[in-house]
């Protein structure tokens, strides 16, 4: 049902209807859609100070521009909630029943005026820039805008973009959102010279956008509509590449999000009276025992630094710079710097232990190539969000596995417990012969005790000793492995062993051995995609025998903001649909 | 034997050797290295136009501080010839018998004056800041000096480094080495700021590096070793990062280097007499064939564009460029830039070809992943450099079948000959369902015709049909898979099937069927890493059938400078090795 039937946003279907609208009308309009962006996201969770931040701007270029000929491109997208309730898709926010509707990010399907679906920060430059080429190329004449915001300007695409950006000699207008935030604090020497033209009102001399050669104008106040609307109006139809420097407030609007930028960036549901999580907080949680762990590794003396590159806050890593904020090292939006720097750090004789979301480390791939495998140096890292089920497709963090374990040199250890996990995470740091990269789990905290504590040479953990059938279960679908052998049991009548692997690249080949003189079937199951994972490189081991196998995880494929019952529906990962494809196989040996 | 016993260079066994000698006589070895650099390159090949500019820069550095306490960190390291004939390795230039002794790259293993082992650009800065904040954090003092050339300043790592040495607060000394081109020309408007400060002797109020927070000093003539030498003595021990911005000359002391940039960049074995290549021209190539066909779309009216990030020379897209200048774009050194831009380009109705080497595309992962997969948008890419032989481990070409074949949405299609490459770039082109990759053979070029012109549905081509034994060759390997076969005829009476896959994605289902039937084992060749390659996708298809696959590629590691044959001698790719291995295979069956 419609919350809001009274809001003057009802009746804007398209950008067209705000055309006519006085400025305190269009005022109103900020007021109802800072509401909703925080009734949505209160509800469901989601971006809330980008939201909060951008309404002006995004009002004032739906007034003054022709949306969709005219076209904008968000960075990162977590800001277009306003653009989203201005093109068509009011009721994913006036609605509760129509908020799965609509995504948190561009979404082309969604709408004419998205033009790319994105999840990660600084594209959006390089992106405009190629529709600007293309634009060109076929002798058209509208405008683009790119949004970016500074936080996402320490990214380096987002300089290559401004490089290649200064080349056009044509329509281009870049809105640097500047709110003095990352998704944490903004990081590095960029952030001084934005503060010098801040404080300048944009008249320093010293000028990253003007030294490459681009046009520049300052917005002192990006949250004042008429101000935005009077600058748009200046600057469309303009012929050059223009930057705008355009300061806004994150959280506009809405005093906890101003005082608590990082906490209201994105949050999970909550409740707007009390502000609380809907979800009480996890008690137990695999980022806190590592946090734990380091702390206690520097109180012993070890020389760790922790490593992030602007995402602190999943990985509780606020409490470990509090305590040793000279082993701590946040490089910004910046993931290649991140595991580069963390290659010389392991070269300088420090135990560098990087933290990083699945779907941000492939961001940083050539420097995991190049400079971490190549270099063979002792770097640890802990992946996050190593899972099929992601939520948004934007995020999907289902590739580590095969992205690292192709990788000479890198062991890739995926723990199935918390004990595991510190028993290997003490290792990696113990050790200095070669790169750990550790993948936390994503399923509710396990505690099982590790089963060996050097790692260099891999022996697999065989909880249960059966005959027939192998169930090998990587990391977090452990518990999966051992439901499967349940229901074979309960439903076959089959005794299948039950093996924890704990190395997604190397290979107990004496266990395997030993699989292969009692078993007929060994079945894999991994939290990823099965192209390049490891479940083929099973498959490449027992390629030429006669042991079969069977392998389970993700196709090739995107999933969006599908939930993980459905998603292993989908994917034939409930254990009813495993053992029926291990019957099937039975029945033709 | 050593060609010059003469040589001052004989006495200089380690930097301290320097410290005694005069200016004339740092100037005389000046004058001898750059003859070194280019007897060296000519007789083997090799990076000219850097090593010739970088010499008095080299000579100061060890003339002044004190290696390897003090450390310094070259990026791509292909400047490196002058410190590594200071630093213990002279043999490796004065004597053609030790030319292979030394690499053209930094390797730790080589000497304790290299740091890292380093091939790709834009890396030097975030691994000196890595370096200086280990160092710290041991409470030490060494003087650290990053090197890094203007054209690699272009990539976002430089830009994320440069963000985060401002965040030092120690020493730090940041030498970019302006010789005013990149491996071919600049690209963007960072250029025009670097001229501006070179115009104004570093005076411009407007200072990238200043801007940043970063101290600087600009050295008009870093070819004037005095003035290098004073330089450095002046920020020696400096207490805070500092950049030096030192204007030299790209083949400094040698004219058809200064007059050819790009040529003398890298060149192959050429006679230093007449300046000719010592090996003649190949008469055909895959990279001019592909510039024939898209000159042919363009001229019939199809909006192709090239895209390249600052290697048109290995593509021959300069006649591409002079041919239709507005078709062309080279961003430059940025080689995410490139895929995001060429990204956007499809979406507005271009046909973007990116052309990139498969050691230099995985810089560019996560746009692959996240802009180009995600967004299902048709770019179309040709990669050259894909295979295990690929010289310097830097420049390892054999992950992109596994990093590539993961990704959803995307077709990455091999080749076997030269009519089937033109053959698949004209779909590919044609087509605007799905991003579609190529993979360019690197063995000599082949005749063969194409068995299909649309590949929206893939057609195995069984080239040979036989039975118990089925070999799948993968583009370039072709040649090898027919070798193959003949041998199994002749050695072994088999008559082997012979397949080409054509893709390295997606498979012909009618056809592994059919396979299926008539055979027991299936034989996977390709020119790449079997850790989520071709094979394994194979190997998994056929997993839980009573079919036997056996794959063979490259192991898990690392190769450097191993010749192509003792490679595959060790990679067990010499057809007879591979007969072997089925013949045993078969035995077991």
Same mark, same amino acid.
């Given at each position: 049902m419609n919350l809001h039937p009274d809001y003057l946003l009802n009746e804007i279907n398209e950008p067209q209807d705000l055309k006519g609208l006085s400025l305190a009308q269009l005022q109103q309009l900020a007021g109802e859609m800072r509401q909703l962006v925080l009734e949505r996201d209160s509800a469901i969770g989601g971006h809330i100070g980008p939201n909060l931040g951008i309404m002006e701007v995004t009002l004032a270029f739906h007034y003054v521009f022709d949306s969709p000929h005219d076209k904008v491109i968000w960075d990162v997208s977590h800001q277009s909630y306003p653009h989203? @309730?201005? +093109?068509?898709? *009011?009721?994913?926010?006036?609605?509760?029943?129509h908020y799965g509707d609509v995504t948190g990010y561009t979404a082309p399907e969604e709408s004419d005026h998205d033009f790319f679906e994105i999840g990660h920060t600084s594209t959006s430059i390089a992106l405009a820039v190629g529709m600007a080429q293309a634009r060109d190329m076929r002798h058209k004449h509208e405008n683009l805008v790119a949004v970016i915001g500074d936080g996402s300007l320490s990214g380096g695409l987002a300089f290559e973009g401004l490089n290649n950006a200064a080349k056009l000699k044509s329509n281009l207008i870049i809105v640097v959102n500047d709110n003095q935030n990352s998704i944490a604090k903004n990081q590095g020497g960029l952030y001084a010279g934005l503060a010098e033209l801040r404080r300048t009102k944009g008249q320093s001399e010293n000028n990253l956008f003007k030294f490459m050669g681009l046009d520049y104008r300052f917005v002192a106040n990006g949250n004042d509509l008429a101000a935005m609307i009077s600058t748009f109006q200046e600057v469309k139809d303009i012929d050059h590449p223009i930057v705008l420097h355009v300061v806004t407030q994150k959280g506009a609007g809405y005093a906890p999000a101003i005082a608590e930028p990082e906490r209201y960036h994105w949050r999970p549901a909550f409740d707007l009276t009390t502000g609380e999580n809907k979800q009480p907080a996890v008690k137990e949680s695999y980022s806190a025992a590592v946090v734990d762990e380091l702390i206690r590794q520097v109180e012993d003396g070890i020389p760790v630094a922790a490593i992030t590159a602007a995402i602190p806050g999943v990985f509780d890593l606020h409490r470990f710079e509090q305590r040793f904020p000279d082993h701590y090292f946040d490089v910004g939006i910046a993931e290649q710097m991140a595991v580069s720097s963390a290659v010389a750090m392991a070269q300088g004789g420090i135990r560098p232990v990087v933290f990083q979301n699945s779907t941000f480390l492939q961001r940083a791939f050539d420097q995991l190539v190049h400079d971490m495998a190549l270099n063979d140096l002792p770097v640890v890292m802990i992946v996050r969000n190593g899972t099929i089920a992601s939520g948004s497709a934007t995020h999907q963090g289902s590739f580590d596995i095969s992205y690292i374990s192709s990788l000479p040199n890198v062991e890739y250890l995926a723990p199935t417990s918390v004990e595991e @996990?510190?028993? @290997?995470?003490?290792?990696?740091? *113990?050790?200095?012969?070669?790169?750990?990269?550790?993948?936390?789990?994503? *399923?509710?905290?396990?505690?099982?005790?590790? +089963?060996?504590?050097?790692y260099s040479m891999i022996d697999y953990e065989i909880a249960h000793q059966g005959s027939e059938v192998a169930i090998m279960a990587v990391g977090d679908f452990w518990t999966l492995g051992e439901e499967v052998v349940a229901q074979l049991k309960r439903k076959l009548n089959i005794d299948a062993s039950l093996i924890n692997p704990k190395s997604v690249t190397n290979i107990d080949r004496e266990d395997l051995h030993y699989l292969q003189e009692r078993h007929d079937l060994v079945v894999t199951l991994e939290d990823g995609n099965l192209s390049g994972g490891f479940g083929e490189m099973i498959d490449r081991y027992f390629g030429a025998t006669n042991i079969k196998v069977l392998n389970f995880g993700a196709p090739r494929e995107f999933a969006d903001n599908v939930p993980a019952d459905v998603l292993a529906e989908w994917y034939h990962l409930t254990p009813e649909q495993i053992i029926d494809d291990i019957e099937r196989v039975l029945h033709t040996m």
């Open positions: 989203k @309730m201005l +093109t068509g898709r *009011k009721l994913g926010f006036l609605d509760p029943d @996990m510190i028993s @290997m995470l003490r290792w990696a740091i *113990k050790q200095t012969e070669t790169p750990v990269v550790i993948r936390q789990p994503e *399923k509710p905290l396990l505690h099982r005790p590790a +089963t060996q504590d050097d």
